[in-house]
């Protein structure tokens, strides 16, 4: 892999971070259990796919 596609992936894997802690977050503050559950969905997909850039490196 060329140094470029690994920084790709790093910010890939940032961003994906970012979201998780953002989404974290939000469930903690959040009351309404439907839209605690949508965001505990989002949660669980950016786990896997930062999860799947984590394995191309």
Same mark, same amino acid.
């Given at each position: ?5 690994? %920084?790709?992936?790093e910010?890939?894997?940032?961003? +994906?971070?970012?979201? *998780?802690?953002?989404?974290? %977050? ?7 259990? +439907?839209?605690?559950? *949508?965001v ?18």
């Amino acid at each position: 892999m060329s140094p470029k596609e690994l %920084q790709y992936i790093e910010d890939a894997l940032g961003h +994906e971070k970012f979201l *998780t802690s953002q989404c974290q %977050q939000a469930v903690s503050q959040l009351s309404d259990p +439907e839209l605690k559950n *949508t965001v505990n969905q989002m949660l669980a997909k950016h786990r896997e796919i930062f999860n799947r850039f984590y394995r191309l490196v």
